[in-house]
């Protein structure tokens, strides 16, 4: 069976500190990749997704980027984080022909003071 | 842009009540997810439904897909508090890599 995984489970960053926030999945191969912040227990945002080794699409500018090295890796990163950039962050992930239904990781709560 | 509304945001009912939340677009949607998000934690798909008029059942969660597949609508008959959640739709096109996601619905059961 398919599985995916987050880490950290919680981050406390100060302001101007970079970020790494890390997802793999397991149990399925070339599977489509996505970053989502989540504010307030509330809607998803898209900011990024990926087809393929190296592909990177961007939904939102900001000063996040997305990084995809394996297959069944994805890398959300920041060079210099910004108090608005605390939110729940999630991975999930899609069976490349089958893109409408998402299963999701368990999720990064960041905090940055 | 595809965008879809759901509705009430907020639903805060007691322990065996019924009720109804509801997904509208004026988009149609190949198929249309919903998921369920406890405090803390990732959304779980619930249901995937994919045929214009379709009904599936899931213990006491009834999902309708509308006719012209741009609404859908999620029943739970009896509500329990592990019922208790943020309840997302999701609409799905074709050839699209993207959802479309709703805003979500806040229920709370109390016991």
């Known amino acids: 069976s398919q599985t995916i995984h987050q880490w950290p489970a919680t981050l406390v960053q100060p302001v101007g500190s970079p970020l790494s926030l890390e997802c793999t999945v397991e149990?399925?191969?070339?599977?489509?990749l996505y970053w989502y912040r989540q504010a307030a227990g509330r809607g998803l945002q898209l900011l990024f997704y990926?087809?393929?080794?190296?592909?990177i699409s961007s939904e939102v500018p900001q000063n996040l980027s997305a990084s995809r090295p394996q297959d069944r890796q994805f890398i959300l990163s920041s060079k210099k984080l910004l108090l608005s950039d605390s939110g729940f962050y999630l991975c999930?992930?899609?069976?490349?022909?089958?893109?409408?239904?998402?299963?999701f990781g368990p999720g990064t709560r960041l905090l940055v003071l | 842009t595809q965008l879809l509304e759901q509705s009430p945001q907020f639903l805060s009912i007691q322990e065996g009540e019924n009720l109804t939340v509801y997904c509208n677009s004026s988009?149609?949607?190949?198929?249309l997810q919903w998921y369920r998000q406890e405090p803390g934690e990732g959304p779980v798909l619930l249901v995937t439904?994919?045929?214009?008029?379709e009904v599936k059942k899931l213990k006491r969660l009834t999902f309708q897909f509308g006719d012209a597949r741009k609404d859908s609508s999620l029943h739970i008959t009896a509500a329990q508090p592990g019922d208790t959640g943020l309840y997302l739709c999701?609409?799905?096109?074709?050839?699209?890599?993207?959802?479309?996601f709703g805003r979500g619905t806040s229920l709370i059961v109390h016991p």
């Open positions: 999930a992930w899609t069976h490349p022909n089958i893109k409408e239904t998402q299963y």
């Open positions: 149990g399925t191969s070339n599977p489509n």
């Open positions: 990926s087809v393929g080794i190296g592909q």
């Open positions: 988009s149609v949607f190949s198929s």
């Open positions: 439904v994919v045929t214009g008029g």
């Open positions: 999701a609409g799905g096109s074709g050839g699209s890599y993207i959802p479309t």
